[in-house]
Structures are given as C-alpha cells and as structure tokens.
C-alpha cells in the first residue's frame, strides 16, 4: 500500500492543514515507509505464536455515579472562578513585582 502527494494533501485538508510543497512531498516519503512496515508486519508468519488474549471489556460508567463536572455543566461549572470561558487564576508574585 502506498500514499500519492494527492492522497496526502486530501487528508491534509481534512485536518485543516495546508503543507507546503516540499512538505507534501516530504511527508508522502514518509507515510509510504510507515505503510511499508506495516506490510512487512502483515507479512510476518505468526501461525506459531499465541494469541494475546481476550480484549479488555468496554468500561461503561456506573449509572449511579456521580455526574462528571468536567464534562457535565461544562468545565466552567467545577471552576472555582470562571469569565468568558476562561479560568481565572491568581497572578504569580513574580508578575506582581516586574520582573
């Protein structure tokens, strides 16, 4: 599997981000080394290697917690001091004396 410079740009927009050229082709060298690992790895012969067990069970919050005020109410509403989505917190004291 390889990446074309097309192919990097397209997901480089999708991230909202606009490589200069010589990145582009930087990094399309770059994502076909990866992709070549990774078909390396898909290549490898692991018949006689055990599997690594059961996945881990998805954690589901308990619906009798209590409610996270980080994402519940906003992070506004665990803040002691809060303006304009911002915390306020105090100044450092070496602020305070000019330096």
Known sequence: MSVTPDEVRRIAGLARLQPEEEDVERLTGELNAILGHMDALAEADTS???GGGEP???AFRDPDAPPDPLTE???GAAAPEW???FFLVPRL???EEGE
């Open 48 to 50: 006689g290697v055990e």
């Open 56 to 58: 881990l069970p998805a």
């Open 73 to 75: 109410g906003g992070p």
């Open 83 to 85: 303006r304009e989505g």
């Open 93 to 95: 004291p070496a602020l």
